[in-house]
């Protein structure tokens, strides 16, 4: 219990976390505290192609073998079924009609990279090492969440079609292609290339994710300021119990294939993370008619800042007490 309350402690104080808390007190706040959109876009490509980067290189330096192939497997299944569950816990919790709850569900099986990104900060800052497929694993949870929640929206909607623009949006979304890009440039490079870029993809990239921590903050405190009447305790409530329900599956899953504990602790950041970025966007073509104002407030406003502040030293003490460390 101590070791856990250090951890909390010692991630809470983190500038990580004090980045985001500025952003979400500043937005609350009313201040005309503006974050450039062309440089939250920046950022955002840069970080997804650095994580990208390093895990290629991590594969390309202890080579492929099973477990990747098995953890990549866990991945899939573990985002095509968390979203039926979190349907489910929907249903028993709120009163949402179908269709928003599946656009719900669909975030809690797909995966928030900015999470993910501050979960290996977490394991740098406890000197515990990860595997670096990890990497391809979060890629390949964007997508099969969209598809299970699209499969149940479908079951009451006979009428919709999964068309060309549909997948163009869930197969070449701009992090999908970024993350997988820079994971196989990664493995090509190798450390020799990476140490030509190092000084730009390693060092800075701390400092570049407390940027963009501060504008996810403002980006969450504004929409928690306009959106707070959708947030009913039943909703509130889901926000909160879901991603532990889904680090806890992922736990599971992980312990069942053999992975360390840092592997172990980032397959659970995963299966408890929610998307913002690429399910927003799915959603937004393929079911216009589901309320934003209710799953970005949701993944963004309440479920994202838990798992940065709480979730993240909850999961590592849970991963290090099954996982024998």
Known sequence: MDGFLALAATNLGSPLI?????????????????????????????????????????????????????????????????????????????????TNAAAVAAHYGSISIVTFVAGTSVLESAGIVADGFMVAVAAAMEAPAILSALWLISRSDPDMRMDSALWREIMLNGSIVLLIGAFFIGIVVGKDGMADVASFFVSPFKGALCLFLLDMGLVAGRGLRRSRDVLTPG????????????????????????????SLFLMMVLAASASYIAVPAAMRVAVPEADPGIYLTLSLGITFPFNLTLGLPIYLALARGIGGG
């Open 235 to 262: 909703l509130l409530a889901f926000g909160l119990l879901m991603p532990l329900i889904g680090a806890c599956i992922g736990a599971v899953g992980g312990l069942l294939i053999g992975l360390p504990i840092g």
């Open 18 to 98: 004090l980045s985001f808390v500025l952003g979400v007190a500043a937005a609350l706040g009313r201040s005309d505290l503006v974050f450039p959109e062309a440089a939250a876009k920046a950022l955002s490509i840069y970080l997804l192609f650095a994580i990208g980067l390093k895990g290629g290189v991590s594969v390309a330096d202890h080579g492929v073998d099973l477990r990747l192939g098995m953890a990549i497997l866990l991945g899939i299944v573990l985002s095509a079924a968390l979203p039926l569950l979190a349907f489910r816990l929907l249903g028993s919790m709120t009163r949402l009609d179908r």
